[in-house]
């Protein structure tokens, strides 16, 4: 079993199946921007000790004067650290002057003054230019991996590479784990990912995680991917009301415990009401709840629950918003469930669905991250609403394009329909798991009391 040292991150270590192989050459490989520099930099001063230093040498990418500028600037950083724990050392000047003969020259020495347990070479790739010939690189690399192999050292070289030198560039081939961090264009915006492509003598989580960069170092999120889990489980076998009693009655007098639900219709329809009626009723039960909201912001969904005398400031209340501008839908997820946890929240709303997967990379991620939560709010006995936004107005035909419609346990269809010269709302029950339904399309309006039923089509109301 090799030993593991950590990445500076929790959650990176997580990917890397307990952090990163210690005494083994590491590939740190990206674009120029993409947080390859923070990432070494956070890495060394969460390992390096005055017995067990970290040396940090810098060739001729950047300056070593404009890395330890911006690495000042990062919380991690540790000003008493320098020059005691962690060495810094700038080897343009014996690049250029004795080229890689003498950066082996001066490793050397170094690992014999200073004997590291850390060694980060930023850039490694930058070097590429001072062999003497074809085959002089690969040379210096033999040497060079025979000189780390002699010690007991952790090495990151650190380049800025692209996909297609991994299978080109020898470097690749002598190093022990290939980490690599990209940026891709979703939509308007960009999103970044972290992707293990080696890590001998040990497993990781497969696949892309999402990241940011902030003042803390690399925030990494790792892919939420539940594998289906066979084991039993227990829930209560007492229903969950809706908030609107007439839907209760459509439903066998309300959902399951665990139970997820989608809510579909166009806009204005009463999606989100649909889901206040769910949040509150549990509040008055005494339970806890937390609305996730896309659509609107603090203030706007206050204004709409002061119409029907629901206060977002209510006890056992908790309220996340997301802008869908700037939305990592890993961060988000992590931070509903990370919420669901803390408060242990019986009930969730979630609104919109549209908004996350418009936010996904691409709809088989958005698949994974919605049968993750759903999976994981069954089992903790959560349950869970979600609300979706359909393009049709009137006469909605399928609900096959919507992610949700097959995954969620109870799925209702709200809809515009034309009687006369005027318009009205209707609800029908298209589906609820071990459980019978009334599949009559109902008509319904908004009162100040919130949703209600009409009881015969034209009088009568059966209220919330």
Do not use: C
């Not at 090799?2 to 083994?24: C, M, N, Q």
């Not at 000790?49 to 919380?75: C, D, F, H, N, W």
């Not at 347990?117 to 002089?136: K, L, N, T």
């Not at 000189?147 to 022990?176: C, H, K």
Request: charged content about 20%; proline content about 4%.
């Amino acid at each position: 079993m090799i030993e593991r040292i950590t990445s500076g991150s929790e959650p990176l270590d997580l990917v890397l199946g307990g952090g990163l192989p210690r005494d083994a050459i590491i590939m740190l490989v990206g674009a120029p921007g993409s947080g390859k520099t923070i990432l070494a930099q956070q890495w060394v001063f969460a390992n390096a000790t005055p017995e067990r230093p970290a040396l940090y040498l810098t060739t001729v990418s950047e300056p070593l004067e404009k890395i330890l500028r911006y690495g000042q600037t990062m919380s991690f950083f540790d000003q008493r650290a320098v020059g005691h724990s962690v060495h810094y050392e700038d080897l343009g000047a014996t690049l250029r002057d004795h080229g890689l003969r003498g950066v082996l020259e001066r490793l050397r020495d170094l690992i014999r003054e200073q004997q590291p347990m850390m060694i980060v070479i930023d850039s490694f790739r930058a070097m590429h230019p001072y062999a003497d010939r074809s085959s002089g690189f690969r040379r210096f690399l033999h040497d060079l991996a025979g000189m780390l192999s002699a010690v007991p050292v952790t090495t990151l070289w650190v380049g800025e590479y692209e996909e297609d030198d991994i299978a080109r560039d020898p470097e690749f081939a002598v190093a022990d784990a290939i980490v690599a961090l990209s940026s891709a264009q979703v939509g308007q915006r960009s999103a970044r990912a972290l992707q293990v492509h080696k890590l001998r003598g040990g497993g990781f989580l497969a696949g892309k995680h999402a990241y940011r960069l902030s003042a803390e170092g690399l925030d990494v999120f790792p892919r939420l991917a539940d594998a289906a889990d066979a084991s039993s489980y227990v829930l209560s076998d007492q229903r969950v009301p809706s908030g609107v009693k007439a839907v209760d009655d459509m439903l066998e007098d309300g959902y399951w415990p665990g139970a997820s639900t989608l809510v579909a219709g166009p806009s204005g329809v009463g999606k989100t009401l649909m889901g206040l009626h769910f949040v509150f009723r549990a509040l008055q039960l005494g339970e806890r709840a937390v609305i996730a909201t896309l659509q609107e912001d603090r203030y706007q969904l206050e204004r709409t629950a002061a119409r029907f005398g629901w206060t977002l400031d209510a006890e056992n209340l908790t309220v996340l918003y997301g802008s869908p501008v700037d939305l990592y839908v890993d961060e988000w997820v992590y931070e509903l469930l990370a919420t669901i946890k803390d408060t242990g929240a019986s009930r969730v709303l979630v609104d919109s669905l549209g908004d996350l997967q418009v936010a996904a990379p691409d709809q088989a991620r958005f698949r994974e991250y919605l049968y993750s939560l759903l999976q994981r709010s069954s089992r903790g006995g959560t349950s869970l609403m979600m609300t979706y936004e359909v393009p049709e107005l009137f006469g909605v035909t399928r609900l096959s394009e919507v992610t949700a419609s097959h995954l969620a346990d109870n799925v209702l269809l709200l809809q515009y329909a034309q009687i006369s010269k005027s318009m009205t709302r209707t609800l029908t029950v298209l589906k609820t798991r071990a459980s019978d339904h009334d599949p009559a399309i109902r008509e319904f309006r908004i009162t100040p009391e919130g949703i209600g039923l009409v009881a015969d089509g034209t009088t009568g109301w059966v209220q919330a």
